[in-house]
């Protein structure tokens, strides 16, 4: 056990003690109370992954290096980029078959979990698939690139009564659950707006001479394709989307939004720009932004409260009032109270216990620990126990559909709402 | 009818922030809070503006400029950096050395040491090569030059208070009347008077009973500075941080000592504060008729309970 996921284990420990923490983030229970794992054969996990391009094969090596100890097998990967096979295979140390067709692969290979990681436009056919062989799914955000492909992979994990988790690997960050911990414990005071963005400063092309456009290059550079992809909105917005949910521990009531390409003027179909305003019932809102022309400051995803602001992607928490010297604190007393007294606060300057340069204290010391690996963890224990906290599928379910809304909004215009047959 | 009736009645405005390695509170009687804010907002980029100019740490400041150059070549600096130079200069002369903006080496030479038994033949060397007489200051092109390479200028002991002077100007700018600006409680501004009365009360902190003031300054429209050469430990204890150099011999101040001086001016008391740390009673004395208007007051902790010394 690295020492970093043991400071996790401890972490999780502390916060399952929470009621609070445990009611609004159940599936801390998968690392507090795991499914005992025998030695046996049969009591191996059989885990398929497919699409192995570039977010794949690192969730690939992620189930590798968890069978070091783990009792899993990674028994098949698919690709239907034969190059992208053959790397998954060979990654995999020779230990999974290599299928071009998913449904081959459901046919010919018994598995109890498959990890979905194929663009956006290709999720609900092999995540369907799955549930039709019984086969539990984590499926990469989002869900789908339809509103009611998103609902028909939802229906059909009841259906089938199979788990259903989504890619939204914050669910596991420590930082993300100490400040939401927090939150729900008032340390922030009310939360009235979540506001965000994601900013580089790059093409976005990460397969290079390749014929713009081509089918090749809408196979490889899908991000940039709206068959398969709604762009930075489904991307990089539906993650924060699925932490703005989480702190107001609800879902938008409404979307307005703005989108253009004014700037990567090449093959895209997807905005090189654009900002989103959400609003929540309780009149609460998550404003973001992304744009591919400047990197200032990269990810920042902020919660605003009236006694504090957490900043989840930099790990920082600032109180509204920093604790003030008592004697700075004496003499807004006395000014308050017409009283003139000496106040004894000259003395050898103040320094931090800890280096700050922009203020602010650190969230958790955890950072480190890699969230997308506990997820998949967090996955092999609910395949073991036979099922997952629904809130947790939900949570993605409504980070994924109102991505598609907000994508929607960018386009009309106007406010949008979720349509009532896509509420849960 | 009903506007006409009501009182308007400004607030007590007090926010903080962090700057140069500490907090800075800043607290402004009876003001309207846009007002208030639009204060803060120039305050803050006030400071960070001085901060990126005087710092050694950011490579790209000024004053970095000089510490990489200036022992090659003389480096042309701008007509602030080169008036705060100047000031630092003087100061170093009226106070015949004990305020000295050249003692980097010797800091790091003890920064590994605990006791002033442990210094070694090197020290004598590094005591001759530091000090102002090694640093030129030519008028005629604002230029600056080290004589040799081991010179580096360090504003550690200038910044706060020249930060205050011109928060102050930023003040004045805003037709603020009243003011208290706390810098990591150790650089005071105070503008005006307290609501409550007709001048500002600084205590001086009383270490062996913290709470209550050892002395009591009374200002209007002026800065009180303090430093000191200890740390208060977990167990409550006082204890030498070893920071405090005297210039002349290379050794720490060994006793546990407080100096805060009062002035009009922020400049003044922060230089004041740091250099007669350094110097006796006597020694201070001796060059305090040079000294620009101030009050001094020493605190000597070493009996275990503070010993007022007011100069």
Redesign the interface.
């Known amino acids: 056990m690295s020492i970093n996921r043991k400071q996790f284990l401890e972490m999780t420990a502390a916060l399952a003690g929470s009621t609070v923490a445990m009611a609004s983030m159940p599936w801390l229970a998968a690392f507090q109370n795991p499914a005992v794992i025998g030695k046996s054969a049969s009591d191996r996990i059989r885990i398929g992954i497919v699409g192995t391009g570039g977010r794949g094969t690192y969730l690939l090596y992620l189930m590798v290096e968890l069978q070091k100890r783990l009792n899993i097998d990674i028994v098949a990967v698919c690709d239907d980029h034969q190059p992208h096979l053959d790397r998954a295979v060979e990654r995999s140390n020779g230990q999974a078959l290599g299928f071009l067709d998913y449904r081959v692969m459901f046919e010919q290979v018994k598995m109890d979990g498959v990890i979905i990681a194929t663009p956006p436009g290709h999720h609900a056919g092999p995540t369907v698939a799955a549930f039709e062989n019984g086969v539990h799914v984590f499926c990469e955000k989002v869900m789908a690139r339809t509103m009611s492909d998103t609902k028909n992979m939802y229906d059909k994990h009841l259906q089938h009564n199979t788990i259903l988790l989504t890619g939204y690997q914050r669910a596991c960050n420590p930082v993300h659950l100490t400040a939401i911990d927090r939150i729900r414990n008032g340390t922030y005071g009310q939360i009235t707006m979540v506001r965000g963005h994601w900013n580089r400063n790059q093409d976005w092309i990460e397969y290079k001479g390749i014929e713009p456009a081509s089918e090749l290059d809408r196979k490889l550079n899908w991000r940039l394709y709206r068959d398969t992809s709604g762009g930075m909105i489904t991307e990089l917005c539906s993650h924060h989307i699925f932490s703005s949910n989480w702190v107001f521990d609800s879902q938008p009531v409404s979307v307005v939004g703005s989108g253009s390409t004014n700037y990567w003027k090449d093959q895209r179909e997807v905005w090189d720009n654009f900002g989103l305003v959400f609003k929540y019932e309780d009149g609460s809102h998550f404003v973001y932004n992304c744009l591919q022309s400047n990197k200032h400051n990269g990810v920042q995803v902020q919660a605003l409260g009236s006694k504090g602001m957490v900043d989840f992607e930099v790990n920082r928490e600032y109180q509204e009032e ?1 604790p ?5 604190r004496q ?2 007393h ?3 109270s ?15 216990a800890e ?5 602010g204290q650190f969230i958790s010391d955890d950072w480190k620990v890699n969230d997308t690996s506990l997820y998949l963890e967090a996955f092999l224990d609910f395949i073991r126990k036979g099922s997952a906290p629904e809130s947790l599928t939900i949570q993605g379910y409504n980070a994924s559909i109102w991505a598609l809304v907000a994508e929607k909004a960018t386009y009309s215009g106007v406010t949008e709402t979720l349509p009532a047959e896509f509420r849960l | 009818m009903y506007f006409d009736k009501q009182i308007h009645v400004p607030q ?1 405005f ?1 926010n ?3 700057a140069m ?3 800075c ?1 800043v ?1 402004l ?1 009876g003001i309207e809070t846009e007002r208030a804010e639009q204060v803060l907002l120039n305050v803050r980029q006030e400071i960070n503006r001085i901060e990126t100019c005087l710092s050694r740490f950011i490579p790209y400041s000024e004053l970095s400029q000089i510490n990489q150059n200036a022992w090659k070549s003389p480096v042309l600096v701008g007509e602030e950096l080169f008036g705060i130079l100047k000031t630092c200069q003087h100061f170093s002369n009226i106070t015949t050395g004990a305020f000295d903006i050249t003692l980097r080496p010797l800091l790091d030479y003890w920064k590994e040491k605990t006791d002033n038994s442990q210094a070694d033949s090197q020290l004598a060397g590094i005591v001759e090569s530091s000090g102002m007489r090694y640093v030129t200051l030519a008028d005629a092109d604002r230029s600056v030059s080290f004589s040799h390479d081991s010179i580096v200028l360090d504003l550690g002991g200038f910044g ?1 208070g020249y930060a205050l002077h011109m928060v102050e100007t930023q003040l004045n700018s805003f037709s603020i009347r009243d003011a ?1 600006i ?7 501004l105070a503008k005006g008077a ?4 007709d001048h500002w ?7 062996m009973s ?5 002395y ?2 009374a200002l209007n429209d002026g800065s ?1 500075s ?3 050469n ?2 208060i430990d977990h167990h409550g204890k006082l204890q030498n941080h070893r920071h405090v150099i005297k210039p002349k011999t290379g050794y720490p101040v060994e006793e546990l000592v ?1 100096v ?1 001086v009062k002035s009009e001016s922020a400049v003044d008391a922060e230089i004041l504060s740091t250099a007669c740390l350094v110097l006796s009673d006597v020694e201070l004395a001796d060059i305090r008729t040079s000294l620009p208007p101030c009050e001094i007051v020493r605190i000597l902790y070493t009996s275990g309970k503070p010993d007022i010394h007011i100069v």
């Open positions: 920093p003030a010297p008592p004697a700075i003499l807004i006395d000014i308050e017409s009283v003139f007294n000496a106040i004894p606060i000259a003395s050898a300057t103040w320094v931090p280096p700050v340069k922009y203020g | 007590l007090h903080s922030f962090y390695g500490t907090r509170q607290i009687p706060k208290f706390s810098f990591g409680e150790s650089s005071i307290h609501p409550a009365g009360k600084i205590g001086l902190n009383d270490y913290p709470g209550r003031s050892a009591e300054f009180v303090t430093s000191s200890f740390f407080t805060s």
